[in-house]
C-alpha cells in the first residue's frame, strides 16, 4: 500500500504553499522508507517551483536537502537498518549501468538520472521532494550522516555542500603551491553555496579569500575561516589583484564581467562556476588563452563523493549555518532567501507538520 504523509505543496507558481497530504509509493525491495526530520531551502527549489528554469510539474512539493531517520527498509536492502541517521539529496535514482554511473558519477548518468522532484520516476509518476514528513528512496542513493552532525545543519550539505565541496577537491585546493605555501582560493559570492565554500576550503588548507559587492560580511567571513574579504566594487579591485588567485569558486547567479574575473587567477588557474545565472554570460576566449586559464562547471557529485563530503565536514566539526524555520514559514523565508536576508541557509523543521491541518 503508498504511504499518506504530510506535505508542503503548490498548486501553481504564484500559488502559496499549502499543507496537503501526497503519496509515497509503495516499498519496493530494495527501497528505504525516511522519517524526514529537517528539509533545506535550496534556492533551485525556488527556481523550480517560480517556473525561472522552465514549467514545472504542478502541483508539486520541492527540497532535496533531506535528512532523517530509517523507519523501515525493502526485504532486499542490505546496508541500512531502522534508526539509521542517513539524508537524500538532488537525485533518487540512475540507470546504474552506464560509464558515468559505474564510475560513480551518477549525477552525470548518461541515461539522466532522476530527480528528486519535478522529474519523471522510473514507473512515470513525477517525484515529489523533501518537503515532507516521509520519502521512499532506492537503497543506492541513501547518506550516511555522521552521529557529529545534526540534522538541521547536515540538510544543506546534501546540496550546498556537496556543490561547493566537489569543484574544491577536484581542482586541487587543499594541495599545496611550489614553493610550498597554501593553494590560494577566492569564493566568489557567500550565500548559501559561498559560505560552505569557505568553511570547506579553509578546512583543506587553503587560504582563503571572499570576493563580494560590499564588505558587510566581513566578520562572518572571517569567523567562518576566510583570511580576508574583498569588495570587488573598489576602485583599482580588478587591477590590484590581477593574477593572484589559484582557484576561484563562483557561487553567484547573476551576471558578472567574466573576463575580468578569469584575470584574477594566476596562469592555469581555474574558474569553478557553480551559481547559474539566468542569462547567458559573456567570455573572450582570448582571457582563456593568454594565461592558459580554466573555466569550468561543476554540479553536485556522486553518492561516494556527497559520503566523503559528509564524512569531511563531520571530521571538521562543522555543518551548514542555518536559521530554523516551521511550515508555515516557508513562503516568506522564499522571498527573504530571494532578497539576500537569510544568513545562510533556512531550513524547514519538519515536526512542525504535526500541528499543521492538511488540506
Known sequence: MPITVKALQKTGPEQPFRVTTIERRDPRPTDVVIDIKAAGICHSDIHTIRNEWGEAHFPLTVGHEIAGVVSAVGAE???????????VGCMVDSCGECAQCLAGEEQACLEGNVGTYNAKDVDG???????AEKVVVDQRFVLRIPD?????????LLCAGITS?????????????ADGSPKKVAVLGMGGLGHMGVRIAAAMGAEVTVLSRSRKKEQLALDLGAQRML????DGFFSAHRGEFDLILNTIS???????????????????????????QQLSFGTLIGGGRVLAGSNI??????????DFCAEHGF??????????????TYDRVVAGEVFFRAVIDTSTFAGAAAE
Open 77 to 87: 536492502v542490505t546496508d541500512w537498518s531502522v534508526g539509521d541517521r542517513v539524508g
Open 125 to 131: 509518476t513525477i517525484t515529489q521532494g523533501g518537503y
Open 148 to 156: 557529529a552532525l545534526d540534522f538541521d545543519v547536515a540538510a544543506p
Open 165 to 177: 565541496y566537489s569543484p574544491l577537491a577536484r581542482w586541487g585546493a587543499a594541495e599545496k603551491r
Open 231 to 234: 569588495s570587488t566594487t573598489e
Open 254 to 280: 547573476a551576471d558578472i564581467d567574466v573576463d575580468a574575473y578569469l584575470r584574477l587567477l594566476v596562469p592555469r588557474g581555474v574558474m569553478a562556476v557553480v551559481g547559474l545565472p539566468p542569462a547567458k
Open 301 to 310: 557529485g556522486g553518492i561516494a563523493e556527497t559520503q566523503e563530503m559528509l
Open 319 to 332: 555543518g551548514a549555518e542555518i536559521e530554523v524555520v516551521g511550515v508555515d514559514e516557508v513562503d516568506a
